[in-house]
């Protein structure tokens, strides 16, 4: 690390858990942040302030003024800009040190197959079972990390599945099949500081994955109630039935 980077990322170098080894090892890591929305907007920002090297921001969508109550990487100037476009230039602001690889398309098939495999780990910040699904699948086939988190109203949850270990669950042992249908912000509403809660806990996750520090919330699911200010975490097991990790000499 140069001066700069020594001054600007102190705070973090005076952790003993994370210390320059840590630091470095954050600068060169690269992380694919799959949504915009309310909960990679505070990911994004989080990651690029905390040193991460390179950031793969995708998304298909544009800003729009209902988002700017809670996608907070977003601005009034940006409606109609494309969210990948905003958040890059959000991130650039933060943190000229971070790179940018722009992805302003729906991840899937071979495209998404190529994203995952061109980082060290991806956040989940979909709004959306189907594209949830399809992440998971190709994290778990190319055995990189996911840190997946959802909103919605006053409440959010939160996991990571950890595709280097033998023993982790995946997002289809907590949800095999499901209609999500009604769940959106759109249809549903969301308290706006939930978001920021769920996607500064995703950043945390990363950070702690990234840096090999803490305890990993992979085998733990944890809830939370914003009108209650309540967390609760559950256990989560792999699924011998998983259609995903449950047969697994199938898949890989």
Same mark, same amino acid.
């Given at each position: 690390?140069?001066?700069?980077?020594?001054?600007?990322?102190?705070?973090?170098?005076?952790?003993?858990?994370?210390?320059?080894?840590?630091?470095?090892?954050?600068? $060169?890591?690269?992380?694919?942040? /799959?949504? =915009?929305?309310?909960?990679?907007?505070?990911?994004?920002?989080?990651?690029?302030?905390?040193?991460?090297?390179? +950031?793969?921001?995708?998304?298909?969508?544009? #800003?729009?003024?209902?988002?700017?109550?809670? @996608?907070?990487?977003?601005?009034? %100037?940006?409606?109609? @800009?494309?969210?990948?476009?905003?958040?890059?230039?959000?991130?650039? *602001? =933060?943190?000229?040190?971070?790179?940018?690889?722009?992805?302003?398309?729906?991840?899937?098939?071979?495209?998404?197959? *190529? %994203?995952?495999? $061109?980082?060290?780990? #991806? #956040?989940? $910040?979909?709004?959306?079972? %189907?594209? &949830?699904?399809?992440?998971? @699948?190709?994290?778990?086939?190319? %055995?990189?990390?996911? /840190?997946?988190? $959802?909103?919605?109203?006053?409440?959010?949850?939160?996991? #990571?599945?950890?595709?280097?270990?033998?023993?982790?669950?995946?997002?289809?042992?907590?949800?095999?099949?499901?209609?999500?249908?009604? +769940?959106?912000?759109?249809?549903?509403?969301?308290? *706006?500081?939930?978001?920021?809660?769920?996607?500064? +806990?995703?950043?945390?996750?990363?950070?702690?994955?990234?840096?090999?520090?803490?305890?990993?919330?992979?085998? &733990?699911?944890?809830?939370?109630?914003?009108?209650?200010? @309540?967390?609760?975490?559950?256990?989560?097991?792999?699924?011998?039935?998983?259609?995903?990790?449950?047969?697994?000499?199938?898949?890989?």
């Amino acid at each position: 690390m140069n001066d700069e980077q020594l001054l600007r990322y102190s705070r973090h170098i005076l952790l003993p858990e994370i210390d320059v080894a840590g630091q470095e090892k954050l600068l $060169a890591s690269k992380v694919l942040i /799959v949504g =915009l929305g309310g909960l990679g907007s505070p990911v994004a920002l989080y990651l690029a302030a905390a040193g991460v090297g390179e +950031l793969h921001l995708a998304d298909d969508d544009t #800003v729009d003024l209902s988002n700017l109550q809670r @996608q907070i990487a977003h601005h009034t %100037a940006a409606i109609g @800009q494309a969210k990948t476009e905003s958040a890059a230039e959000r991130v650039a *602001a =933060l943190n000229p040190g971070t790179r940018v690889v722009v992805l302003p398309a729906r991840l899937e098939g071979q495209t998404l197959t *190529a %994203a995952v495999s $061109a980082v060290d780990l #991806v #956040v989940d $910040a979909s709004d959306n079972l %189907a594209t &949830r699904f399809a992440v998971n @699948q190709a994290c778990f086939a190319a %055995a990189k990390p996911l /840190v997946s988190g $959802a909103a919605i109203r006053s409440e959010g949850q939160l996991s #990571v599945y950890d595709f280097r270990r033998a023993d982790s669950p995946c997002y289809r042992c907590l949800y095999h099949d499901a209609d999500d249908s009604n +769940l959106n912000c759109s249809e549903s509403g969301v308290l *706006a500081p939930v978001v920021g809660v769920i996607g500064s +806990l995703q950043a945390l996750e990363v950070i702690k994955c990234l840096t090999q520090t803490g305890q990993s919330l992979c085998g &733990r699911l944890v809830l939370f109630d914003g009108l209650a200010c @309540q967390f609760r975490e559950l256990g989560l097991s792999k699924d011998p039935d998983c259609p995903v990790c449950g047969r697994s000499e199938l898949v890989r």
